[in-house]
């Protein structure tokens, strides 16, 4: 499975973006696609996932409300909309897949970079 993540630039506090993740190859071997994000000094943290056949969605609680996964599985696209940015946003995404036979996130995209100003 390949993953082309984009979607990252610069906005201002309260602002929106959204992400997208592009999966092609093995997608039928894909459990769930997530998505990651690693500030400057920071260990790479989860934010959400979502389920590849069912697309039922999992955010973590740091941001629930605020930013929503979804996918479209006509473009085998996973969206990461992200509402009310703050600066601690700030960080490179990155979306991964996980898949059955594993279940641990072995393919990675490159990552896209959000920063969001005060």
Do not use: H
């Not at 973006?17 to 990651?36: E, K, P």
């Amino acid at each position: 499975v390949q993953l082309q993540a984009s979607g990252g630039g610069l906005v201002q506090a309260g602002g929106s973006l959204r992400l997208s993740c592009v999966a092609s190859g093995r997608t039928f071997s894909i459990y769930d696609v997530g998505w990651f994000r690693q500030a400057p000094g920071k260990e790479r943290e989860f934010v959400a996932s979502i389920t590849w056949r069912t697309s039922s969605p999992y955010a973590a609680d740091s941001v629930k409300g605020r930013l929503t996964i979804s996918r479209d599985s006509a473009k085998n696209t996973v969206y990461l909309q992200m509402n009310s940015l703050k600066p601690e946003d700030t960080a490179v995404y990155f979306c991964a897949a996980r898949d059955f036979s594993t279940r641990t996130y072995s393919s990675w995209g490159q990552g896209t970079l959000v920063t969001v100003s005060s």
